[in-house]
């Protein structure tokens, strides 16, 4: 079965670097996911797609201090130079013939 | 510019029946998948079904199967969700996305869908 898992959780300090970490069920370690970014009462956003290779495609106007890598099953978010508008929820997103697929989400608070 | 716009939420009872629609602009609509996704109050985002470029292949999660149905016109750059025999667990916002090739890369700014007598 097709999941992913994300803590709940994080923290990091205004300024200073986090990453975010989506995993990947066992058996589906070479899968691509996508991580989007949602603001309070707002649609989410798309900022990239990141494959098992770790290399990442970014969506429209998504600022170089996000990036994306992958170890294994994990795909990352990186946030870098943390802003107080980076506090928010995260979500990692993947997908296979006849489902997608959402974790459950992070909530990114900026100290 | 890219745009999803939705609109058709609003109250229902259990049991009723809802049609949101989603408009597309910015892109060519008939060359993309199109998703719907839904966010109940203070929870996660959950899929909830998928449509092809042409129709061809849809996808749906097993909680709707057999009530929600997703359609589109490409002519008029229009998606539909035709929600039947609604519960009270599909109150949520609803989301229209675009979907390129896996990833859904732009999102609508939601429709809310209360079911409640």
Redo the contacts between chains.
């Keep these: 079965q097709l999941v992913l898992t994300q803590s709940p959780s994080a923290s990091a300090s205004l300024g200073a670097s986090v990453k975010l970490t989506c995993t990947l069920s066992s058996g589906h370690s070479s899968y691509?996911i996508?991580w989007?970014q949602?603001q309070p009462d707002?649609?989410?956003?798309?900022l990239m797609?990141v494959n098992s290779d770790g290399s990442h495609n970014k969506?429209d106007g998504i600022p170089d201090r996000f990036s994306g890598s992958s170890s294994g099953a994990e795909r990352y978010l990186t946030i870098s130079s943390l802003q107080s508008e980076d506090e928010t929820d995260y979500?990692c997103?993947?997908?296979d013939t006849?489902?997608?697929?959402?974790?459950?989400?992070t909530k990114l608070t900026v100290l | 510019e890219v745009q999803l716009v939705e609109s058709g939420g609003g109250l229902v009872q259990p049991g009723g029946s809802l049609r949101l629609s989603c408009a597309a602009s910015g892109f060519t609509f008939s060359t993309y998948g199109m998703?719907w996704?839904r966010q109940a109050p203070g929870q996660?985002?959950?899929?909830v079904n998928?449509i092809s470029s042409s129709s061809n292949t849809i996808?749906e999660a097993d909680s709707v199967k057999g009530r929600f149905t997703i359609s589109r016109d490409n002519a008029k750059n229009s998606l539909y969700l035709q929600m039947n025999s609604l519960r009270a667990e599909d109150t949520a916002v609803y989301?229209c996305?675009r979907a390129n090739d896996?990833?859904?890369?732009?999102?609508?700014?939601?429709t809310l869908v209360t079911v409640s007598s």
Excluded: M, N, S
């Design positions: 691509a996508a989007h949602q707002k649609g989410p956003r798309y797609k969506g979500y997103q993947t997908w006849g489902i997608r697929v959402f974790g459950g989400g | 998703t996704v996660g985002l959950e899929w998928y996808y989301y996305g896996g990833p859904f890369d732009y999102w609508g700014q939601g």
